[in-house]
């Protein structure tokens, strides 16, 4: 109907273009998801590095005082 209307080949040119920016748009979504996915594992990656230095720093705090602790406890002993 289309095609008598505006001219061979207009339906087809129709459905050409329908498929094409149905393409580019799962190509777009496919892309934004895979940027999504790489700024997930960085974000991941720092909460890792992050917490490994949290954890080395409170290992070392708790080790002070308990060195200092230990020191204060050994010299009130000796006296």
């Known amino acids: 109907m289309v095609d008598m209307r505006f001219g061979h080949g207009t339906w087809a040119g129709i459905l050409a273009e329908r498929q ?11 892309k934004a998801r895979k940027a999504a996915q790489l700024r997930h594992n960085e974000m991941m ?30 010299s009130t002993l000796i006296k």
């Open 20 to 30: 094409k920016r149905i393409q580019e748009q799962r190509e777009a979504q496919a």
């Open 45 to 74: 990656d720092n909460i890792k590095i992050g917490a490994i230095i949290v954890f080395v720093m409170a290992l070392a705090i708790f080790l002070f005082f308990f060195l200092l602790f230990s020191a204060a406890m050994a």
